[in-house]
């Protein structure tokens, strides 16, 4: 499977219309528009994985540079980030502080309870 960023439509589209706009290209395999977490407003793009790559070249040629209401698409091939490394439980990275018991550090009286 191929994935693409599609950015730049309107905030209002859902999901349907934008895999109506891709379908004819090629066959959808997943759509995904991205939205904030808090309040579920569309961010503005959005990750289609497309089933061959043909189909997505074919989205890609004829979406790029299309207007949707006043508002530019920009199509292109996601760029897969690596996943982060797991941390090692064998080297944590950390490193044990200085203990504060120093005796030549004086202490504060305690105060005796009833003076």
Known sequence: MIKLF???????????????????????????????KKTGTCKGYAFVEMKTREGAELAMEALDGQLIEDRELSVRFAVEKPAPAAPSRTNTGYQKTQQYNDPAKKKRPRRVPGS
């Open 6 to 36: 599609i950015g730049g439509f309107p905030l209002d589209i859902p999901e349907i219309e934008l895999a109506v706009l891709i379908a004819p290209h090629g066959d959808i395999d997943t759509l995904k528009i991205v939205r904030d």
